[in-house]
């Protein structure tokens, strides 16, 4: 595939993330009832990009720009037509494309494989600056996940965006930010006490939430077990 190719197929794939500290209000799984001000406003007209949403543009650029450019000088270096480079970084800032990267939904296999993908473009993961696509990473605008790809992006994005080599390296440590080793119905493999102590936390959880007058369904029991493999530093997932 031709690197223009590539570019503009990353460019349609436009969609913004955003690290949101969100936590419930009792402090566990339980939602709770909250006053929200009388003024607030959750909806607005999609005419444009929203003032916030053009503010942060604005800094990020400052950086993928940067970022792109190196990438693009290394991936073009052995071009025998180097006006590329020129054209979209020359005096028309409005040349320069914005890239979106989307991490496809279908579970741990969509997770694994975007982190793949993403470890390919970083240029914080080793060879990938020599090899491959290192730093093209760096020089995006927006990282989108989807199910499955979303258990990476969020992961990443809790921990201030670490690179899927810190995890990888972490992985046989106390402090891992994925557990992906064990299984999520039997945690504890021949250990059936830690297996069962796992699930009994789980529905303790989901009939809390039941006992407080929301909702259940197989999807709160799902989640919660997910949460043991995805934050493993926190308490109870």
Not at 76 to 82: G, P, V
Not at 86 to 99: D, E, R
Request: hydrophobic fraction near 40%; charged fraction near 15%; charge should be negative.
């Amino acid at each position: 595939m031709k690197l223009q190719s590539l570019l503009v197929s990353a460019a349609v794939l436009t969609s913004l993330t955003e690290n949101v500290n969100a936590w419930s209000p009792n402090n566990s799984y339980v939602p709770a009832n909250v006053t929200c001000d009388d003024d607030i406003n959750l909806v607005r007209e999609a005419s444009g990009l929203s003032d916030n949403e053009t503010e942060w543009l604005k800094k990020r650029d400052a950086y993928t720009k940067e970022a792109l450019h190196s990438f693009l000088n290394r991936a073009t270096s052995n071009f025998s037509d180097t006006s590329l480079l020129s054209t979209l970084f020359g005096s028309n800032s409005s040349n320069m494309p914005k890239i979106a990267v989307a991490c496809s939904g279908g579970g741990y296999r969509a997770m694994l494989s975007g982190a793949g993908m993403l470890a390919a473009m970083d240029n914080r993961t080793d060879g990938a600056n020599e090899h491959g696509l290192g730093g093209l990473l760096q020089g995006a605008t927006y990282l989108a996940g989807l199910s499955g790809g979303n258990w990476l992006t969020s992961t990443l994005a809790w921990n201030n965006w670490t690179s899927v080599q810190a995890i990888v390296d972490n992985t046989t440590e106390s402090n891992s930010i994925w557990d992906i080793s064990h299984s999520i119905l039997t945690p504890g493999v021949i250990n059936i006490f830690k297996t069962g102590s796992r699930w009994d936390d789980i529905s303790d959880d989901v009939q809390d939430k039941k006992d407080a007058g929301f909702n259940i369904s197989l999807a709160d029991v799902w989640g919660r077990a997910l949460a043991y493999n995805f934050w493993p530093s926190l308490h109870r997932g």
